[in-house]
C-alpha cells in the first residue's frame, strides 16, 4: 500500500504562483510513476503531469511552459510549482501513484487540495 498526502493548495490571484506537495509513505519502493490531476467542478480529472522514477516528465499542453513537476528522493516528495496561474487552473488536485507489475496498474490517490484562483 501507498499513502500519499498533498499540501500546498490555497486561493491565488491570476498570475501567481503556489506549490503542491505530496508526500508519499508505504511501498513506495514499489512506485513506477507519480503525478498531479486535477478536477474542475462538472468536469472530468484529468492528468496535469507525471514524473516517473527515472525522472522522465510530462505535461498536460495547457500547463505546459507554466507548471513544473518534481520529486524528491530522499524525502518521498513530489512538487507540482505552479508559476502564471489563470481561474482555469482552479480545481481540486489530486496526487497520484502508479504501480506497474506485469499489465496490472495500481493507482494510488491523495485526498486533494483545493487551487483557487482568482481573476
Known amino acids: 500500500q501507498v499513502q500519499l498526502v498533498e499540501s500546498g493548495g490555497g486561493l491565488v490571484q491570476a498570475g501567481g504562483s503556489l506549490r503542491l506537495s505530496c508526500a508519499a509513505s508505504?511501498?513506495?519502493?514499489?512506485?513506477?510513476?507519480m503525478g498531479w490531476y486535477r478536477q474542475a467542478p462538472g468536469k472530468q480529472r484529468e492528468s496535469v503531469a507525471g514524473?516517473?522514477?527515472?525522472?522522465?516528465?510530462n505535461y498536460a499542453d495547457s500547463v505546459k511552459g507554466r507548471f513544473t513537476i518534481s520529486r524528491d528522493n530522499a524525502l518521498n516528495t513530489v512538487y507540482l510549482q505552479m508559476n502564471s496561474l489563470k481561474p482555469e487552473d482552479t480545481a481540486v488536485y489530486y496526487c497520484?501513484?502508479?504501480?506497474?507489475?506485469?499489465?496490472?496498474?495500481?493507482?494510488?490517490w491523495g485526498q486533494g487540495t483545493q487551487v483557487t484562483v482568482s481573476s
Open positions: 508505504g511501498s513506495i519502493f514499489s512506485i513506477n510513476v
Open positions: 497520484n501513484a502508479v504501480r506497474l507489475r506485469g499489465t496490472n496498474r495500481y493507482d494510488y
Open positions: 514524473i516517473t522514477s527515472g525522472g522522465s516528465t
